[in-house]
Structures are given as structure tokens and as C-alpha cells.
């Protein structure tokens, strides 16, 4: 069974850092295309970012481009989002979504079932 | 940048047709994905590269796309169909995928 599981959300002050985790099992994550997919409370979906199945191609929204940052650790089948200098407008759920091999213009095949990340003093 | 916009919402009763719009520039041109989404659950995917449908989604379900416009029609609506929608593309021009701004189903 394909599992995405995400991890590290939680309460953080504006300005502050926090990192999230996605784990995956049930599929061969070093194949996979992953993003990072966020939801504002009572908001639609809005896409964060992209990384390719080696790491090596990586895409930013414009929102968050220079302080978030996207990784993977195939070994570790894992996902992560480095997101520092948070602002209040970052507060969503946070998604990660997986994608088959096309450079980002495909279907999302899994997502995770998110994590809530909450910027307020 | 590039846009897609949705009607906010659409109501339909029992048994009838609803259609939900993704308006985009030339969206012909691009590959149009279709997601359900339930309150409190991850996006379903529904429909993909315009009109294919995964394994275990109804045939109720189908999309097309021509021109500035793409369509997900749901057909003899049923409650379990309420929920929200969302168009998705890849613009190849900012590298960044896009998704549509949302439409609401309502069955009355």
C-alpha cells in the first residue's frame, strides 16, 4: 500500500523556522517526482514546490521562493521542506504529492494526508 | 503569471449533469488534471491528461479541453459527489504548476 506521511507541523512564531518531513513506502520513491502542496485554512490548493526524481531539477513558487527549500534523500525515502522566515500568510496544510516521471506536467498520482502549519505570535 | 479561474461554485440537483469550468490562455495547449477534494481529506484525482479517469472513478466522470477552456462534467449527480474541485496545469513557461482557484459542488 503507497503511503505518504507528513511530519514536523506544528505552532511557530513569524520570522521562525520549521522543517517538514514526508515519508513514502508502498512505491519506489527514487522514481518519483515530488512536490509540496499547501492549503491556507478555507483556501484552495496552492502548489510550494517541485523536485525531480534525482534532486537535481528544483522549482519554487514565486510566494516562497528564497525561504523554503525542497530535498530528498532517496535512501531514506524521504521528502523535506526547509521553510525559514515564515510569515503569517505560510499558515496551511502542508501536502506532499508524488508525480510520475514527466519534468512536473503530469497527474499527482499520492498525496499525504498534510500537516498543519500555524504561524502566529 | 499563469492563471486558471473556476466558477466559486455550482449547484446541481439529483441525477442532473454538472459542469465545472477551468479557464485558462490557450489551455488547449496544456494537459489538464481534475482533483475532488472532501472536507478533511487529501485531493482525490478524478480525471487526468483532460478526459482519462483513473481506475475506480466512476464513468460519471469526464473532461474535455479546447480552446481558453476545460470541462469536468459529472453526470447523473449523487450526493457523494459533493465536494470541491480543482483544474491543475504545468506552465512550461515559469516552470511552475498551477492550480485552478476552486469550484464548490453543491447537490441540492
Known amino acids: 500500500e503507497v503511503q505518504l506521511v507528513e511530519s514536523g507541523g506544528g505552532l511557530v512564531q513569524p520570522g521562525g523556522s520549521l522543517r517538514l518531513s514526508c515519508a513514502a513506502s508502498g512505491f519506489t520513491f527514487s522514481s518519483y517526482e515530488m512536490n509540496w502542496v499547501r492549503q491556507a485554512p478555507g483556501k484552495g490548493l496552492e502548489w510550494v514546490s517541485y523536485?525531480?526524481?534525482?534532486?537535481?531539477?528544483?522549482y519554487y513558487a514565486d510566494s516562497v521562493k528564497g525561504r523554503f527549500t525542497i530535498s530528498r534523500d532517496n535512501a531514506k525515502n524521504s521528502l523535506y521542506l526547509q521553510m525559514n522566515s515564515l510569515r503569517a500568510e505560510d499558515t496551511a496544510v502542508y501536502y506532499c504529492a508524488s508525480q510520475g516521471d514527466c519534468g512536473g506536467d503530469c497527474n499527482f498520482d499520492y498525496w499525504g494526508q498534510g500537516t498543519l502549519v500555524t504561524v502566529s505570535s | 503569471s499563469y492563471v486558471l479561474t473556476q466558477p466559486p461554485s455550482v449547484s446541481v440537483a439529483p441525477g442532473k449533469t454538472a459542469r465545472i469550468t477551468c479557464g485558462g490562455n490557450n489551455i488547449g495547449s496544456k494537459s489538464v488534471h481534475w482533483y475532488q477534494q472532501k472536507p478533511g481529506q487529501a485531493p482525490v484525482l478524478v480525471i487526468y491528461?483532460?478526459?482519462d479517469r483513473p481506475s475506480g472513478i466512476p464513468e460519471r466522470f469526464s473532461g474535455s479541453n479546447s480552446g481558453n477552456t476545460a470541462t469536468l462534467t459529472i453526470s447523473r449527480v449523487e450526493a457523494g459527489d459533493e465536494a470541491d474541485y480543482y483544474c491543475?496545469?504545468?506552465?512550461?513557461?515559469?516552470?511552475?504548476?498551477?492550480f485552478g482557484t476552486g469550484t464548490k459542488v453543491t447537490v441540492l
Open positions: 523536485i525531480s526524481s534525482s534532486g537535481s531539477t528544483i
Open positions: 491543475q496545469v504545468w506552465d512550461s513557461s515559469s516552470d511552475h504548476l498551477v
Open positions: 491528461y483532460d478526459s
